[in-house]
């Protein structure tokens, strides 16, 4: 398949003071189905993920469990790590930060780059700050005296430490932010960002003490009595991973020449990423981000995801009772891409019984079983068309661009939606057609009846061919159980656009047994006991 372009695609990196919880389990499902559409399209796609491990938050988790910090974040970067196989991930690179040694040194070299360009400072200071968000805030930030982002009470915090110079940067991040230079999707998020950039940009500090750090992370070069601020080092870890560090080959092959580098992140991060880092950036010279694609928050019962709270929704426990494409579709169709949700067990069941095991399950089920029984497990060639198909190729015709669009767009739901208007209408073309009444008037030996049977069951099973394909990089384990019983498993190998043609399945081929793909909620709850 011939490259057509490139793109480097990331999520941020979460803190492993505990385990993955749903909020992140939307961010890593997103940005896996923006790489796969990716790579579907030809372009040469590179995925990365990690985890943040050089944090206070991090060494506080230990000291409550009464283990090291070490082990603590070994044993949950891995929690994070299995997410591969818990949500069929595509990730290319996973970067452990207090693991990989490509991280401390490029950390250390942007650190000296940023020096050497004099944005690097030492003074006294004393600021509120909440060490769940690794952040100072100006009393007026607050709510309630509370940290907005957490609801708790931030820290006095009074010590001698590096700062940069971010007041510098403030004209030049407003110009590259409010003429799409540097993209953030979506508006209402640029316009927030642009807001707080016009009301002055402070410098922020970029390194701890030693002692307030308990001797965790990476010391500032040159003065080992700091350590360098985590999110100064973690921010770097989009391009460490790459290795700047020595400007290798894919650092200058996904970063420094390439057009299109993407960060995913949860809209609480905003300001580090749409304000910190590409000020970082052009003070080392190093080339910006294209696009910052910020998603928001899955409420649970209404209320912010605490564990204080007990309301945190664990994915992996999803997956186990569910499905693996149960839990992507519930992310990626239930969840607005930009906007908060609001998630309950009850919802999740109905969207699966409705949408996953009745209207495509069943089309699926009901589709091979005929083929089975009317034509011996054979695809039938199609014979004349008739009205009843036509707006089933309209609408197949409309849809790949639409799905094309809706991608393009980092609008994962609006592809399902448009999806689903083919399950949906497939299921009301069996009801019209009605095949069984068309094989019962053939066994009389009527030819015409025999002919409107072979049509149907083959649109049937071209509909589900090409439902499977435009599911592909939503869905990657459902389009491969459709298409492994259609009997066109070898299919997914040819390239992409070619698929999303009307027509593509050759008459002749044996479909095989028709196996529920997503089973009833009797089998569902027998099984999770």
Known sequence: MAVQDRYYITTAIPYVNSTPHIGFALEITQTDSFARYRRLRGDDTYFLTGTDENSLTNVLAAEREGISTDKLVERNSQRFLDLREHLDLSFDQFIRTAA??????????????VQEAG????????????????????????IDGMCPEHGIPPELIEEENY???LSRYADQLYDLISSDRYRVIPESRKNEV???????????SVSRSRQRARDWGIPVPGDPSQVIYVWFDALTNYITALDYAHDGPKYRHYWVENPHRVHTIGKGIIRFHAIYWPAMLLSARVPLPETLFVHGYINVEGAKISKSLGNVVDPVELVKNWGTDAVRYYLLRAVSPTGD?????????????????????????????????????AIPAPDQTSDLERPLHELAAQLPAAVSD???AYDPQTALEAIWELVTRTNKYVEESA??????QARTGDAEADGRLSTTLYTLAESLRLIATLLDPLLPSTARKIRQQLGLSAEEHEAWRARLQWGRTAAG??????????????????TSG
């Open 435 to 440: 095949p069984w009444t068309l094989a019962k």
């Open 163 to 165: 700062f940069f110079r």
């Open 100 to 113: 990989d040694p490509l991280h401390k040194a490029g950390v250390e070299r942007i650190w000296r780059a």
């Open 194 to 204: 642009l807001s707080f950039i016009s009301r002055g940009l402070d410098d922020f």
């Open 341 to 377: 949700a609001n998630f309950t067990h009850e919802y999740f069941q109905s969207l699966y019984e409705s949408d996953l095991a009745d209207k495509l399950g069943n089309l699926l089920n009901r589709t091979v079983s005929m083929i089975g029984r009317y034509r011996d497990g």
């Open 406 to 408: 809706a991608l393009d």
């Open 509 to 526: 081929t044996q479909v095989s047994r028709a196996e529920p793909i997503f089973p009833k909620l009797e089998q569902v709850a027998a």
């Open 119 to 142: 944005d690097i400072y030492k003074k006294n200071y004393s600021g509120l700050y909440c060490v769940r968000c690794e952040q100072y805030y100006s009393s007026s930030e607050l």
